[in-house]
T-cell receptor
Framework: AQSVTQLDSQVPVFEEAPVELRCNYS??????LFWYVQYPNQGLQLLLKYLSGSTLVKGINGFEAEFNKSQTSFHLRKPSVHISDTAEYFCAVSGTSSASKIIFGSGTRLSIRP | KAGVTQTPRYLIKTRGQQVTLSCSPI?????VSWYQQTPGQGLQFLFEYFSETQRNKGNFPGRFSGRQFSNSRSEMNVSTLELGDSALYLC?????????????FGSGTRLTVV
């Protein structure tokens, strides 16, 4: 079974500053890793995913994440945030079989201050 | 192409009643997963249907059930509603059910039990 921990429930940051949202996972088997974003009153939207290969994954809206197997982490980063990035961000993990379900972390609320 | 459609968007029910929520996946997608989202528990996996068969099930009581039709549309039913069932119910579809293809989420149905 897999699990995922998002270490920060809220992250406040000033506009145009860099941000890192932390995510650690636990699994006894190979995993796929994801970051999703949820804007108010909406469903979740896929930001990026790690399946295999390069450990640095680039996603939409200027976000990127780095898979670190030894530290079982998949932190999300953006070099310069905008007001429009205000949302809740979810890290997620799944096994690699086609029947695996996606397990989500508890979410990190990113609030951008002007 | 049209996204994942969930109906209704909002629902208010009385404790003890039952409710049925509907999810129409993206055309061609055969897998539909359901999640419950609450402030306290976050996103919790309910079940997944693939080609009309339940392939995965989360740790919810038997009051929560679902089904999938031959056109891949899915419904979930909650019987004997409790106050704690108040939540945002999210549906996600994917082409084959494999997590590597990513899930596309609907906007959710917000259920309030009074």
């Amino acid at each position: 079974a897999q699990s995922v921990t998002q270490l920060d429930s809220q992250v406040p940051v000033f506009e145009e500053a860099p941000v890192e949202l932390r995510c650690n996972y636990s699994s006894s088997v190979s995993v796929y890793l994801f970051w999703y974003v949820q804007y108010p009153n909406q469903g979740l939207q896929l930001l990026l995913k790690y399946l295999s290969g390069s450990t640095l994954v680039k996603g939409i809206n200027g976000f990127e994440a780095e898979f670190n197997k030894s530290q079982t982490s998949f932190h999300l980063r953006k070099p310069s945030v905008h007001i429009s990035d205000t949302a809740e961000y979810f890290c997620a993990v799944s096994g690699t079989s086609s029947a695996s379900k996606i397990i989500f972390g508890s979410g990190t609320r990113l609030s951008i201050r002007p | 192409k049209a996204g994942v459609t969930q109906t209704p968007r909002y629902l208010i029910k009385t404790r003890g009643q039952q409710v049925t929520l509907s999810c129409s996946p993206i055309s061609g997608h055969r897998s539909v997963s359901w999640y419950q989202q609450t402030p306290g528990q976050g996103l919790q996996f309910l079940f997944e249907y693939f080609s009309e068969t339940q392939r995965n099930k989360g740790n919810f009581p038997g009051r929560f059930s679902g089904r999938q039709f031959s056109n891949s549309r899915s419904e979930m039913n909650v019987s004997t509603l409790e106050l704690g069932d108040s939540a945002l119910y999210l549906c996600a579809s994917s082409a084959t059910g494999g997590a590597n293809y990513g899930y596309t989420f609907g906007s959710g149905t917000r259920l309030t039990v009074v």
